[in-house]
């Protein structure tokens, strides 16, 4: 009896020791949220085109002298690489006026191979998944105002999508609340 309680508490300790295992590998691919910083958003009437940066320089500058206007954080974001993310692209279109965003390269390389858009590179890294607390980040398309919107919000993007023309297009990936 003695060796089969002795066995009990041997399993017990190693199946504990395997959860803390897993739970800490799970832990492990999720970066400090205190790394991560706004996904300042703007957007421009006159040029009907939402604005996604992370750089409040450029943001300032899109409002002081592109006509933008500040309209808060969209999220938050990694400014480099960290474990689990992917790179979000920026595009843009002169001929659109559309800025775009997406986490697939292939999607990139076709806007800017076949539609007009010139790369500029990423924007922030995001998860691919749901993953680390992070929620998604919505996206939606106006054809009649080439327009690219981005939220986290399900009735902002569903609001868009009933009464403004837009059409929904799905998650781009996964960032934290602002």
Same mark, same amino acid.
Do not use: W
């Given at each position: 009896?003695?060796?089969?309680?002795?066995?009990?508490?041997?399993? @017990? +300790?190693?199946?504990?020791?395997?959860?803390? @295992?897993?739970? &800490?590998?799970?832990?492990?691919?999720?970066?400090?949220?205190?790394?991560?910083?706004?996904?300042?958003?703007?957007? &421009?009437? &006159?040029?009907?085109? =939402?604005?996604?940066?992370?750089?409040?320089?450029?943001?300032?500058?899109?409002?002081?002298?592109?006509?933008?206007?500040?309209?808060?954080? +969209?999220?938050?974001?990694?400014?480099?690489?960290?474990?689990?993310?992917?790179?979000?692209?920026?595009?843009?279109?002169?001929?659109?006026?559309?800025?775009?965003?997406?986490?697939?390269?292939?999607?990139?390389?076709?806007?800017?191979?076949?539609?007009?858009?010139?790369?500029?590179?990423? +924007?922030?890294?995001?998860?691919?998944?749901?993953?680390?607390?992070?929620?998604?980040?919505?996206?939606?398309?106006?054809? &009649?105002?080439?327009? =690219?919107?981005?939220?986290?919000?399900?009735?902002?993007?569903?609001?868009?999508?009933? =009464?403004?023309?837009?059409?929904?297009?799905?998650?781009?990936?996964?960032?934290?609340?602002?």
């Amino acid at each position: 009896m003695k060796a089969f309680t002795q066995l009990v508490g041997i399993v @017990a +300790a190693a199946t504990s020791a395997s959860a803390l @295992a897993i739970r &800490s590998d799970q832990d492990s691919s999720c970066a400090s949220r205190n790394r991560a910083v706004p996904l300042l958003r703007g957007y &421009s009437p &006159s040029a009907v085109d =939402h604005f996604y940066t992370t750089s409040g320089h450029e943001m300032e500058n899109a409002v002081a002298h592109l006509g933008y206007q500040s309209e808060g954080d +969209a999220g938050f974001v990694f400014p480099t690489q960290v474990r689990s993310t992917t790179p979000l692209y920026r595009a843009y279109s002169p001929g659109a006026t559309d800025h775009f965003y997406t986490a697939s390269r292939e999607e990139k390389n076709n806007a800017v191979t076949h539609l007009g858009y010139v790369d500029e590179g990423v +924007a922030g890294f995001i998860y691919a998944t749901q993953i680390c607390g992070a929620a998604p980040l919505y996206r939606a398309y106006s054809p &009649s105002g080439t327009d =690219h919107f981005y939220t986290m919000s399900v009735d902002e993007k569903n609001y868009a999508v009933a =009464h403004l023309g837009f059409v929904d297009e799905g998650i781009t990936g996964y960032i934290f609340p602002a």
